[in-house]
């Protein structure tokens, strides 16, 4: 028998991932299943975009491509950090990867030794534990509170941090929470790391643009913070690219420069097409695919106030991305429909089967009382989904 690394056998498969294949396998044997579990707009990529990468084909754009991004796109990314961001890169601090996720994944098998710790806030988005434990790194869970915004303080920050320390993640806006940090309150986190200047931040910026509150804000804006920041972002979210697979870094050098040679032995420079649509995407102002945000917005409303009719379902008002990350603990304990709910993961499936619809237990993003539900979905799909669930739980 095929005996398997223990690297593999210890490492959960990803959460989103599984529910949304078991989701498209019911659809293939016929059930009506309404997928909420995936975060994935379901927008067409713009046309402005599919034309770059025609384009591209046709100019033959077909070689290996540089391992960190071609110097254009590269140039597109430090232009974008600019404009929208007021952070000042230099080509050498950009490494361009496949997807956001590749680049966090170097990210942890460039920085972690055995042991060292990552400080997460909970909920966090659900691979952040499995790429740390990959590379040896023990994750440091920090539970935050509905109450506060499923926010980390200050305070907590302080309290978890070790000389084992070696960095935090955390995404804002925040898949799954919505959370959206303000500059003060990253300043203030900042204020806590400037004690502990080894300490990395990784701070993932995905959902930068898929903010409804507006001032978007950047750990590396802070000048004291700016060489000891990583700036995750990526394509896939704000330009419903996420089968394109291009995200990047804007890095201290000395960090880009491992991730380029990691990204080198493993999968070499992301793919040729993909890029050169980017560069297109990112030199055009965010303003071309306002709409789309503007449409998530009017979900948000929907999904918040439709939910807000189930007894049970306690949450908070996300300021961004496109999740609602509900409390469902008021089930915990009950039987439904013959079932026992013990836990967030018996719920979800619980909706799986009797309410056929797909959402994502809260343990895969670290908070065992919450369901995570994906609206990036049509208006008519949230409603006929939600009145599903209710009927299912009342
Ligand atoms: N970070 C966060 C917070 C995400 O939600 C995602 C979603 N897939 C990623 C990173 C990875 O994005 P991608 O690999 O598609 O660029
Ligand atoms: N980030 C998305 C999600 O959280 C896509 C799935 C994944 O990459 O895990 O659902």
């Known amino acids: 028998m095929t005996q398997l690394s ?4 210890n490492m959960a498969t990803s959460a989103t991932l599984a529910m949304a294949a078991k989701a498209r396998e019911l659809k ?63 080509r050498s601090q950009i490494v361009v990867s496949t997807g956001a996720k590749q680049a966090l994944a170097n990210i942890a098998a460039v920085l972690l030794n055995k042991g060292d710790e990552v400080i997460l806030p909970c909920p966090y988005w659900v691979s952040y534990s499995d790429i740390v434990k990959l590379n040896e790194g023990i994750p440091v869970e920090v539970k935050t509170s509905i109450e506060n915004d499923f926010k980390l303080t200050p305070q907590q920050l302080e309290a978890a941090i070790t000389p084992k320390t070696k960095m935090i993640w955390y995404s804002s806006p925040c898949n799954p929470s919505g959370s959206v940090y303000s500059q003060d309150e990253l300043r203030a986190l900042a204020d806590v790391l400037q004690k502990y200047p080894n300490i990395i931040v990784v701070s993932d910026e995905i959902y930068e643009h ?6 978007h804000a950047s750990m590396a804006q802070f000048d004291d913070m700016f060489d000891r920041t990583v700036t995750v972002n990526g394509v896939s979210k704000a330009f419903a690219m996420t089968g394109w697979r291009i995200g990047y870094i804007g890095a201290p050098e000395t960090i880009a420069r491992a991730c380029n040679k990691m990204q ?70 009950k039987t439904l429909k013959g079932q026992l709910i013990e836990n967030a993961t018996d719920f979800s ?45 009342s």
């Open 6 to 9: 223990e690297r593999v056998l």
């Open 28 to 90: 293939a044997e016929g059930k009506d299943i309404i997928g909420l579990s995936l975060g994935e707009p379901d927008f067409n990529t713009p046309d402005f975009i599919k034309d770059a990468a025609i384009q591209a084909i046709n100019d033959n754009y077909n070689s290996y491509t540089p391992v960190d991004g071609y110097v254009e796109l590269k140039d597109a990314i430090i232009t974008k950090f600019k404009r929208d961001n007021n952070l000042n890169y230099q």
């Open 210 to 215: 898929i903010n409804f509150i507006g001032g």
């Open 264 to 333: 080198g032995q493993i999968t070499s420079g992301a793919n040729c097409i993909a890029q050169r649509a980017v560069i297109t995407a990112l030199n055009e102002s965010p303003s071309r695919v306002q709409f789309m945000i503007d449409e998530f917005k009017a979900r948000r409303e929907l999904i918040l106030d439709l939910l807000s009719a189930i007894e049970g379902f306690k949450t908070n008002v996300p300021e961004g991305a496109f999740y609602v990350f509900p409390n469902v603990s008021y089930f915990f304990g």
């Open 349 to 393: 499936l619980y909706l799986l089967e009797h309410a056929n619809v797909a959402t994502v237990t809260g343990a895969a993003f670290g908070n065992p009382d919450c369901i995570r539900i994906s609206y990036a979905a049509s208006q008519e799909q949230i409603i006929e989904a939600i009145k599903r669930i209710k009927d299912a739980v």
